[in-house]
């Protein structure tokens, strides 16, 4: 069974710029959920995503957003890139998000803002 | 406001020995706790979980504890194994409105000498 899928794996923008990056789910996971990772900050909650409507939100500004598709492929877009926004962007999949189970997580796209 | 803590950032434990990680957490909404293993450059990638109801999750070398009177989980591995030197994450959640929201700790760097 294939697992969470995140392209591209590494992405290089300037100050500015706008970015777009994608996920698929592992087949049959209805819920999708974005983190950020960064030094010394852990993982943090950006939203997460179930049958195309955004369910749960973190406290993120609105240059952060997302969609889910009808097949449960989901894009996390960022526009006005900041340098603070370098950091390594984990998508994780789980079936159903109203049962606790563990979310299943990509290996994540790297972002370098210069 | 750090709802989930983990407060050692490393550890170092010899091959053979027991590693003990420890969580603490403060939100009592919390139902559902996890841990997850991260190595560089990959995802991380579910251990073991617990559900509030119970107080002890076993899975081969795996332990989780949960203590809800002092809002503290810990993970046990016995015995300790060079291959288990990575990142540890604890993380917590809480189903509100139909929707699963993972907090996660900072982690703890787990190495295991020879």
């Known amino acids: 069974k294939a697992g969470v899928t995140q392209t591209p794996r590494y992405l290089i923008k300037t100050r500015g710029q706008q970015v777009t990056l994608s996920c698929s789910p592992i087949?049959?996971?209805?819920?999708v959920s974005w983190y950020q990772q960064t030094p010394g900050q852990g993982l943090q909650f950006l939203f997460e995503y179930f049958s195309e409507t955004q369910r749960n939100k973190g406290n993120f500004p609105g240059r952060f957003s997302g969609r889910q598709f009808s097949n449960s492929r989901s894009e996390m877009n960022v526009s006005t890139l900041e340098l603070g926004d370098s950091a390594l962007y984990l998508c994780?999949?789980?079936?159903?998000?109203?049962?606790?189970?563990?979310?299943?997580f990509g290996d994540g796209t790297r972002l370098s803002i210069l | 406001d750090q709802q989930v803590k983990q407060n050692s950032p490393s550890l170092s434990v010899q091959e053979g020995r027991i590693s003990i990680l420890n969580c603490d957490y403060t939100?009592?909404?919390?139902?559902?706790f996890l841990w997850y293993k991260k190595y560089p450059a990959e995802g991380p990638t579910f251990l073991i979980s617990i559900s509030s109801i119970k107080d002890k999750n076993e899975d081969g070398r795996f332990t989780v504890f949960l203590n809800k009177s002092a809002k503290h989980l810990s993970l046990h591995i016995v015995p300790s194994q060079p291959g288990d030197s990575a990142v540890y994450f604890c993380a917590a959640s809480a189903t509100i409105q139909g929707a699963q929201k993972l907090v996660f700790g900072q982690g703890t760097r787990l190495t295991i000498n020879p």
């Open positions: 939100n009592s909404m919390f139902d559902y």
């Open positions: 087949s049959g996971h209805r819920s």
């Open positions: 994780a999949s789980s079936p159903d998000p109203g049962r606790n189970q563990p979310q299943h």
